[in-house]
T-cell receptor, first 110, second 114 residues
Framework: DAGVTQSPTHLIKTRGQQVTLRCSPK?????VSWYQQALGQGPQFIFQ???????QRGNFPDRFSGHQFPNYSSELNVNALLLGDSALYLC?????????FGSGTRLTVV | GENVEQHPSTLSVQEGDSAVIKCTYS??????FPWYKQELGKGPQLIID?????GEKKDQRIAVTLNKTAKHFSLHITETQPEDSAVYFC?????????????FGSGTQLTVLP
């Protein structure tokens, strides 16, 4: 049974560009959450999607947006990239409780 | 919102000794407390969790305790092995109506010395 799959694993973007990260949840999971993890820190909650709608949002600017598709997969979009957006972006899927994390996408903004 | 504090930030133990990591949370509406292990280059992996209606849970060498009154929960690893070396995160799930938010502590770098 495949767990949470994220793509791409690594990417490098230039300041001011836009990026889209993708996540396929674990089979049977209907909720997707996105986290940003800076080096040496704990994951910070960006937002959560359920039934194709944003259900909860953390303290992140509107440059961060997302989408959930009917098959429960999800995308995270970041516009006008800043150097400070460099981090590991984690996707977690869940169903009535336990969260399963993917291996993340390492984003470097130069 | 919820705030989770985790201590210590680094912990070194000799192989075979026990390790204890402690967390506190702020919001009494939090009702689920997972612990994650994160190895270099990987995402967090759930190792044990506890719900607010339970005071203690054990799985082989790993145990978690929860004190709801004091808003404390702790991870206990016994008979540590070198492969236990990793970063450990505690987390608290806030649930209210349709809102769900999992908040993490800042992490503990555990090193098990052979």
């Amino acid at each position: 049974d495949a767990g949470v799959t994220q793509s791409p694993t690594h990417l490098i973007k230039t300041r001011g560009q836009q990026v889209t990260l993708r996540c396929s949840p674990k089979s049977g999971h209907d909720t997707v959450s996105w986290y940003q993890q800076a080096l040496g820190q704990g994951p910070q909650f960006i937002f959560q999607y359920y039934e194709e709608e944003e259900r909860q949002r953390g303290n992140f600017p509107d440059r961060f947006s997302g989408h959930q598709f009917p098959n429960y997969s999800s995308e995270l979009n970041v516009n006008a990239l800043l150097l400070g957006d460099s981090a590991l972006y984690l996707c977690a899927s869940s169903f009535q409780g336990g969260y399963t994390f993917g291996s993340g996408t390492r984003l470097t903004v130069v | 919102g919820e705030n989770v504090e985790q201590h210590p930030s680094t912990l070194s133990v000799q192989e075979g000794d026990s390790a204890v990591i402690k967390c506190t949370y702020s919001d009494s509406a939090s009702n689920y407390f997972p612990w994650y292990k994160q190895e270099l280059g990987k995402g967090p992996q759930l190792i044990i969790d506890i719900r607010s209606n339970v005071g203690e849970k054990k799985d082989q060498r790993i145990a978690v305790t929860l004190n709801k009154t004091a808003k404390h929960f702790s991870l206990h690893i016994t008979e540590t092995q070198p492969e236990d070396s990793a970063v450990y995160f505690c987390a608290a799930l806030f649930s209210s109506g349709s809102a769900r938010q999992l908040t993490f502590g800042s992490g503990t770098q555990l090193t098990v010395l052979p």
